[in-house]
């Protein structure tokens, strides 16, 4: 006997239904797995906090704290889930005590050639009024200046591999209190991911990272780096003065390659070539550096200043350039 179209249908919905039932008790499992490795140093009421929180998070795909509440299914009212996560959510030691426990976990996979990829970024929050210490925020992808947060994350990937190690992530504001400044933030953000490391990994940095006050610590300090200049960046080219755009422009090319990226949906064939000179910086010319050139991707050549020696060998080049396209 053939069975009916609606008796098919049924079967497979209670099919559907119970294997969507599995996967929500495997995540609820690795989920309290995770979170009670990560909350050794917190108590019942935190850990449970971050449980319900990482839970929530993944189910709901928002940080809106009513949205995550929904997802713990239970009978307490939702007014009350939410009085709870806004009380863990005010003690001051909390992401302090994550933020260790996650690189305390996370440094062991950190290798000597690790990327350590550092982003600057912004959160906007249009609609916000009340949340404390707002201040302008410029987001770069749509060039729009509103009120939110800067952030800074750092993750840590392998050249050749995908999997992508969270590492640290923070949100400041100029108009807190106890702002500083955004080199600070920047510099608390490595030393601390740093101290974990042992200063293993190679920091990977856009053009946010181009400034004077990081490379004076980051040389004093022993971290190796490449970051993406501006182009405006005056360096020593043997006992000349010059800037990093000029440089790259008479920059010869060594080596010629082909690659394919991904252009508004399309992939698009760009030939590129490499060169490199070694350089310094005025206010640190006891320490060498390379600058890699990269032309054929813009208009402009592609600049990295970094602490990784350059030879003439076309794949120690390439792989500095794609460690910065890594990120």
Not at 131 to 159: F, K, R
Not at 268 to 278: A, C, L, N, R, S
Request: hydrophobic share 35%.
């Amino acid at each position: 006997m053939v069975p009916r179209k609606t008796e098919l249908y049924k079967g497979l919905k209670e099919r559907s239904l119970v294997d969507y039932s599995k996967v929500a008790r495997k995540l609820r499992e690795k989920v309290t797995r995770f979170s009670g490795e990560l909350c050794q140093e917190l108590g019942k009421t935190a850990t449970r906090f971050v449980t319900e929180s990482v839970h929530g998070i993944l189910v709901s795909q928002s940080v809106v704290l009513t949205k995550m509440g929904r997802t713990l299914e239970n009978d307490v009212h939702l007014k009350k889930i939410e009085e709870r996560f806004c009380r863990q959510l005010a003690k001051p030691a909390l992401w302090s005590k994550l933020q260790h426990d996650l690189l305390l976990q996370a440094s062991s996979r950190i290798q000597d050639k690790t990327l350590l990829v550092l982003d600057l970024s912004d959160i906007q929050k249009q609609y916000a009024q009340e949340m404390e210490h707002l201040a302008y925020v410029h987001d770069g992808s749509h060039d729009v200046i509103g009120a939110g947060y800067w952030t800074i994350h750092v993750s840590g990937v392998e050249l050749d591999q995908q999997e992508v190690i969270p590492l640290y992530q923070s949100l400041h504001s100029q108009e807190a209190p106890d702002f500083i400044s955004e080199n600070r933030q920047i510099l608390n953000a490595i030393r601390m991911v740093g101290k974990h490391t042992q200063k293993r990994g190679i920091w990977v940095i856009d053009r946010g990272g181009d400034r004077g006050a990081l490379y004076r610590k980051l040389l004093l300090e022993k971290f190796r780096f490449i970051i993406r200049q501006k182009g405006d960046r005056k360096i020593l080219f043997g006992k000349t003065l010059i800037n990093t755009l000029e440089l790259s422009l008479t920059c010869p090319s060594l080596y010629n390659d082909t690659i394919v990226r991904m252009k508004d949906g399309k992939e698009k064939v760009y030939h590129i070539e490499y060169g490199y000179p070694k350089v310094r910086l005025p206010e640190n010319p006891k320490h060498y550096l390379w600058l890699l050139v990269v032309k054929g991707l813009g208009k402009k050549p592609l600049m990295l200043l970094t602490t990784e020696p350059l030879r003439k060998n076309r794949q120690v080049l390439k792989d500095i350039f794609l460690s910065y396209i890594k990120r």
